[in-house]
């Protein structure tokens, strides 16, 4: 999961406010996005990280129901939308109905949260429809009782947007990328726990002896043989058997193989247990990019959707905003030492053919290879033509 957003991550997103550049609500939803000192790269970088681990996370943008006098008086209250994170396991129930467009619109949702107040501790359950937005409060084992900050639903539509890790099976649910990969990895600990058990009993020997005979061991086990044992019998020590030790250490390497190749990392690991061929690496490397450049492209329609809401608070036209977002789509994980060398070889061999386009082409694929920003390399792209 930290080994995807890393790459996700790597580059940030870019934003263009377009008619909301001047807004300070949107300025500030930029560098404080969910009101705990959270910028925006980072609630959705939490938002996708989470999204990876339950396969979906739900995405509220909401905003207070006391308003102020002016537009001046609320900017100056920090009276503004906010976003909050909530897990599939907070949130209870879900409705999407289909309008007369075609596209479905979520119109119901229902979320649980704890909270601690001087009241004591409780649950409470908000409640989203088209028309209202409810609030209940539960204490203990008590009965839900209404509570205030609930009323009419101003914007006219449920301000959550759910996203996806991957592309979702049915609305509102996705795979998780641990859906495997934690199967196998309880499969390790329980290894572990056997390893423990079988590194205990290699180091330490075991004494097997007589009923009567007076002897003990240290961390080692005590056997004691059957008092029909003939007493000549000496007592004598049992080593553990090492090579069922190595045999286990081999299948728990066998099983990170697997976890690699589950999670498309064998790529980006130092670790291999089999040479692999150039091909074979390049289509590890294709594999894992598309992973990536579905995960970024959920991340942008996602956030997209947000600042659609985020209109409706502020009683803007999103059409007329023209805010867009863009997230990375190439995440090409190359060997640019072994790129580069090679191009430059085929640059000093193709030069006798005296082709415009082959040279003007071997070129164009050295910026992509030295030049990580993409703004500069469509610069660069441009200027070569053709």
Sequence with gaps: MHTYSGFVWRVPPKRSFGGLEGNRAALALNVNAD???????????????????????????????????????????????????????????????????????????????????????????????????????VEGDGEAVAVSGGGVNEIGMVPAVVHYNTKPLERGVAVSDLQDVARMQRSMYNDLSELTQMVRGSNHKTLVKNKGDDASTGAGGVIVMHEDTLPEKKPYLLQADAEALLGLLQAMEMKVEMINRMAHLTPVRTYRSMAASGVAIETEFQILNTLLAEKAAQLALTENQLFRIFCRWEGVDYDSANVVVTYPQRFELRDRRADLDFLVRAKEVTAKIGSPTLQREIDRQLARVVLERDDVLEVVEGELGG
């Design 35 to 137: 009101k705990e000192g959270a910028s925006l790269n980072e609630f959705m970088k939490g938002v996708q990280l989470w999204a990876s681990v339950f396969g979906t996370s739900w995405v509220v943008m909401d905003k207070p129901a006391v308003r102020g006098a002016t537009k001046g008086d609320e900017i100056s209250r920090d009276i503004r939308p906010y976003l909050k994170l909530y897990f599939p396991a907070h949130v209870l129930d879900w409705r999407f109905e289909e309008s007369g467009s075609g596209c479905y619109e979520l119109t119901y949702l229902k979320v649980r949260e704890r909270v601690d107040g001087v009241q004591g501790e409780g649950w409470v359950y908000r409640v989203w429809t088209r028309e209202r937005v409810e609030v209940w409060r």
